[in-house]
């Protein structure tokens, strides 16, 4: 059961091969005999996710069920469930049971889909490998020596081990796109203000953006049909006519125009890795396509202007958590400036405490110019770039992660930070940018996965989900499972 598709499961689903209960038992089965390894889950929802796949079992039989009716998945821990701990990966929101649902979930249990639980992160979604989350690191499937990426590890890693068929993600710098790459499977961030962020925990509010990590383009398209739509409860809620993301799925790569940024395949680039994606392009002008090199020359700008737009954004939005109104409190403060003190420095880890000092430092009066202000400059310069350069091509492609999965320690031991930001050196800029981008595995270095990235201008998720789905028909890295899960 857990090898197939959404589409295969609903069709099981819907001619009664098996019920959405026994579908349901079997992955929290699965949850249960491998998690203790991996960690991918902070919360396991047994009791709701048997109540609603028992709803989701009578919906059926009444003939009144949706395509995605009694499909499992797993929920990212940023998005607030009504009853359910939502705690960030944070010992500040550790007791923090959310009292409403996220517009996300909302949808999603709309639709009569069955939540297993809620899965690992980095902390407030701050990092690139699972390490930062209170509830201990994720590891990767394919070798649990190695570090799922982040900070959608949980689920990244969830969905390759098959613990549950899809699972939700957020992406503020390449939190969907490159844990994707990094576990095997395909993850979209889609274009943003697209999907609603009610009720997702804030980080970065200009550039956070909710998507779908599945394990093939058609699955991560089914998703985004049920995830994205004007929400007036979000002020940055993009408002235009609901679009079926699978529509274009089928259609022929013939004609399409494909840009290679140079910039993303200079000397950072692992060659063993720059061969895999060399490869997979070359299957893609197989297909139809046509190949040309194109420059985003402003690139090298994009982590420096990220490190002050993020940290000064979360710097404001994390201020909420001060150990009155929710979360974590400390133990018998002295006055109120102890409490609030104390209760952000005890239960902030070091990761997040040091964007928010960065972030307060970037807008403080008589910096505020000189740092927020410029990367709020240079990221229109970002965006301009591309706008260019989709005035010649369709899509942009080029390697998700300038390496494959990097051990546990590796770049957290020497509290280096830098090393660790620049593992999103191709995602970030696209955040940047407000515009679509995807990750899909295209290959395999050391038994480890490489995820190639595709970039759309805005509102072009289809088209990117289209030449991924005709190159999934055509290769099957997306089908291929970490041994012994
Ligand atoms: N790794 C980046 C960071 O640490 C991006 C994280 C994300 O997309 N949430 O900020």
Redesign the pocket.
């Known amino acids: 059961m857990h090898n197939k598709t959404l589409i295969e499961l609903s069709k099981s689903l819907h001619n009664r091969e098996f019920s959405s209960v026994e579908l349901t038992q079997h992955f929290l089965d699965r949850i249960r005999q491998y998690d203790q390894t991996l960690n991918s889950f902070i919360t396991v929802t047994e009791e709701i996710a048997l109540a609603q796949a028992k709803a989701a079992d009578k919906k059926l039989a009444s003939g009144k069920a949706g395509p995605l009716t009694g499909i499992p998945l797993a929920q990212k821990d940023i998005f607030c469930t009504k009853g359910v701990r939502t705690s960030c990966a944070s010992l500040m929101l550790d007791n923090f049971i959310s009292p409403y649902d996220a517009t996300v979930v909302e949808k999603i249990n709309d639709a009569g889909m069955v939540m297993l639980g809620k899965t690992n992160m ?1 902390e407030f ?4 490998s699972n390490e930062t989350s209170y509830y201990g690191a994720v590891k990767n499937p394919w070798n649990t020596d190695h570090v799922p990426g ?2 959608s590890g949980g689920s990244a890693a969830a969905v390759a081990a098959r613990l549950t068929p899809v699972a939700t993600g ?6 969907i796109r ?1 844990p994707a790459a990094l576990c095997g499977i395909t993850g979209i961030k889609p274009t943003y203000g697209t999907v609603s962020r009610y009720g997702m925990i804030a ?1 970065a509010s200009s550039l956070d953006q909710g998507g779908p990590m599945a394990r093939s383009a058609e699955d991560a398209a089914l998703m985004l049909n049920l995830m994205t739509g004007f929400d007036e409860r979000d002020s940055t809620s993009i408002e235009r006519e609901k679009e079926d993301y699978t529509r274009s799925l089928d259609n022929s790569l013939k004609g399409l125009k494909v840009g290679l940024p140079k910039e993303y395949f200079s000397e950072d680039l692992n060659a063993d890795i720059a061969g895999v994606i060399e490869g997979a392009i070359k299957e893609i002008e197989k297909l139809g396509a046509t190949i040309k090199e194109i420059s985003l020359p402003n690139t090298r700008l994009s982590i420096p202007a ?1 490190y002050v737009i ?1 940290p000064a954004e979360c710097s404001s939005n994390l201020s909420r958590m001060d150990g009155v109104r929710f979360g974590y409190r400390c133990k018998d403060p002295k006055d109120l400036y102890d409490l609030y003190a104390r209760s952000r420095g005890e239960a902030f880890g070091d990761e997040v405490t040091r964007r928010i000092l960065i972030g307060t430092y970037a807008l403080s009066a008589g910096y505020y110019d000189a740092y927020y202000l410029k990367a709020q400059k240079i990221r229109r310069l970002i965006s301009n770039d591309f706008k260019n350069v989709f005035n010649e091509v369709d899509v942009i492609i080029g390697p998700t992660s300038p390496t494959v999965a990097f051990r546990l320690g590796e770049k957290s031991k020497d509290n280096d930070p830098v090393s660790m ?1 620049l ?2 050196i191709y995602t ?1 800029s696209v ?1 940047l940018a407000g515009l679509p981008g995807m990750s899909i595995p295209v290959g395999q270095v050391e038994g480890l996965p490489v995820g190639l990235q595709l970039i759309g201008n805005y509102f072009q998720e289809a088209k990117l989900l289209n030449v991924a789905h005709q190159f999934q028909q055509v290769t099957d890295w997306h089908q291929k499972s970490p041994e012994g899960f």
């Open positions: 980095d979604a701050m990092g690139s982040g900070s957020t992406d503020t710098g390449g939190s490159q980080f990220y993020a930001y593992a999103d970030i955040n």
